[in-house]
């Protein structure tokens, strides 16, 4: 075990089966049938992306944890096949970069901008979750438990989120948390008092941070709440 800065970052990689995605099913308003309807169409056309499945010939196992390398332009094994599951080898050595810092805005934010294929990072993962992506866990020497790290295309992504706001996002989005159970009021697209604690609500209740925003952690286990 090598010893690296404060002490040392173990990785892990995980495959799984194949899984079933959430289906998404609207709300019944008869005054917003034809919008609810279209919403709803639209999520349940977004089912996982070959990428995001874990293939058929995956192993049923997981790969053995192993320590951080020395030489940082190594990328470590089980990083490596995490990232190629994805299609996302080529950024070997920058997401690894972004794992020794705990820095992964950028290499995020770049992946996204190139692929579609979005981060998401949780303490907490879901059995449905684990059935269906594949996920790579760390653990940093001051951490009590892992952290878990996978990747999906998603169909939703809210970019602003505030009282009187309206967009087709924050229908979807009331769609998704009334699914939930966490949303009673009307589906008309607008940020609300109601739609505002629904998600700290959510997020309080899924151990993700309770910021009020529905990030894209809080919308991804949205998405996947049966």
């Not at 008309?188 to 700290?200: A, E, F, T, Y």
Request: net charge negative.
């Amino acid at each position: 075990v090598i010893g690296i800065a404060a002490g040392t970052f173990f990785y892990q990689y995980t495959q799984t089966g194949p899984g079933q995605e959430t289906v998404i099913m609207a709300a019944e308003k008869d005054i917003l049938v034809r919008r609810v309807e279209q919403a709803a169409s639209r999520i349940d056309a977004a089912g996982p992306e070959e990428s995001d499945r874990p293939s058929a010939a995956a192993a049923d196992k997981a790969v053995p944890a192993e320590p951080l390398q020395a030489d940082p332009s190594q990328v470590p094994d089980s990083v490596g096949h995490f990232l190629t599951s994805y299609g996302l080898q080529s950024y070997g050595q920058s997401f690894q970069h972004a794992l020794d810092h705990r820095d992964f805005k950028d290499t995020a934010s770049r992946i996204f901008d190139q692929t579609g294929l979005q981060l998401i990072r949780l303490s907490h993962l879901p059995e449905p979750v684990k059935e269906t992506y594949h996920v790579l866990s760390t653990q940093y020497p001051d951490d009590r438990s892992p952290q878990y790290c996978l990747f999906w295309k998603p169909w939703l992504v809210v970019i602003k989120f505030y009282s009187g706001f309206k967009g087709e996002e924050i229908t979807d989005l009331q769609i998704l948390l009334k699914k939930a159970g966490f949303y009673d009021g009307n589906i008309d697209g607008i940020v609300g008092q109601i739609i505002l604690k629904s998600v700290k609500d959510f997020q309080r209740n899924h151990n993700l941070p309770i910021t009020g925003f529905p990030d894209p952690e809080t919308v991804f286990l949205m998405a996947h709440t049966t």
